[in-house]
Nanobody
């Protein structure tokens, strides 16, 4: 079992930055690929970014490429999402997930999910 707790969400003006954190407890954090997802009101959940077990391989949705950076610290059992140049369309609930592979996470197939943290970007 892996428990995931997100933090770092909040209200920010367009152009600003936020750093989301996802702390994992349980066993074998480094055995899982990790990902960030978001769901805006009235929209389906979408994959934002993923990172493999070692942190070497990453994926970004086109909508966030060049603005968001995913990273992980396996010693601290934490994955981060640095969000810069935020736009109103980034407003959503953000979730982290642990999965067996980046391939599965990109397709929304996470094994464990956090409860989410809300990000609101004002124009």
């Amino acid at each position: 079992q892996v428990q995931l707790v997100e933090s770092g969400g909040g209200l920010v003006q367009a152009g600003g930055s936020l750093r989301l954190s996802c702390a994992a407890s349980g066993r074998s954090f480094s055995s899982y690929a990790m990902g960030w997802f978001r769901q805006a009101p009235g929209k389906e959940r979408e994959s934002v970014s993923t990172i493999n077990r070692s942190g070497i391989s990453t994926y970004y949705a086109d909508s966030v490429k060049g603005r968001f950076t995913i990273s992980r610290d396996n010693a601290q059992n934490t994955v981060y999402l640095q969000m810069d140049s935020l736009r109103p369309e980034d407003t959503a609930d953000y979730y982290c997930a642990a999965g067996l592979s980046e391939f599965q996470l990109i397709r929304g197939r996470g094994n464990y999910w956090g409860a989410g943290t809300r990000v609101t970007v004002s124009s």
